[in-house]
Antibody, heavy 120, light 106 residues
């Protein structure tokens, strides 16, 4: 069974940093692209970032480009999102999602999410 | 950026009825469109990928169709557990985008 467990969220002041983690199990982590998707309170889904199976392709939403960095560690079966220069509008539930494919497919499995609140 | 528009915003139906949800793209996404279901307080669930392929474990009452810019998610006969918000999403081009969602309620 695929399991994705996010952590690292919390309350942070604008301009500060957070690092989100997602530990994956139940599948061969190295074989799949991984994503971060967020959902602001009461709002819809917003894609944040993608990293392909080998890290060869990394993409970001314009809203986070230059501030967020996605990475993965195959030894730890983990996905990360380093979030710098956080803004109030980054407040959201952040989901880690497994792709159907190695590169560009659909978001096949989702974690429960970790809540990031940016507020002074 | 490819903008996805979903209609209607809300669909009020009864169990046993059929539902037709629409997703329109601002430019062609070929067949690279997916549908997700999200119930209150739950994580999204992949229903349909690449326009018409049901994800693992998804009941046959869910079907997807369309191509290019116009897509449809059809629920043939609503079960009580189907009342939720449905999002479409394209992977044709970066940035990936989601539609704003259609809420199917009783």
């Amino acid at each position: 069974e695929v399991q994705l467990v996010e952590s690292g969220g919390g309350l942070v002041q604008p301009g500060r940093s957070l690092r989100l983690s997602c530990v994956a199990s139940g599948f061969t982590f190295d074989d799949y692209a991984m994503h971060w998707v967020r959902q602001a309170p009461g709002k819809g889904l917003e894609w944040v970032s993608t990293i392909t199976w080998n890290g060869g392709i990394i993409k970001y939403a314009d809203s986070v480009k230059g501030r967020f960095t996605i990475s993965r560690d195959s030894a730890k079966n983990s996905l990360y999102l380093q979030m710098n220069s956080l803004r109030v509008e980054d407040t959201a539930l952040y989901f880690c999602a497994k792709d159907r494919l190695a590169a560009r497919g659909a978001f096949e499995s989702w974690g429960q999410g970790t809540l990031v609140t940016v507020s002074s | 950026e490819i903008v996805l528009t979903q209609s209607p915003a809300t669909l009020s139906l009864s169990p046993g009825e059929g539902a037709t949800l629409s997703c329109r793209a601002s430019q062609s996404v070929s067949s690279y469109l997916a549908w997700y279901q999200q119930k209150p307080g739950q994580t999204p669930r992949l229903l349909i990928y690449d326009k018409s392929n049901r994800a693992t474990g998804i009941p046959a009452r869910f079907s997807g169709s369309g191509s290019g810019t116009d897509f449809t998610l059809t629920i043939s006969s609503l079960e009580p557990e189907d009342f939720a918000v449905y999002y479409c999403q394209q992977r044709s081009d970066w940035p990936y985008t989601f539609g704003p969602g259609t809420k199917v309620d009783i």
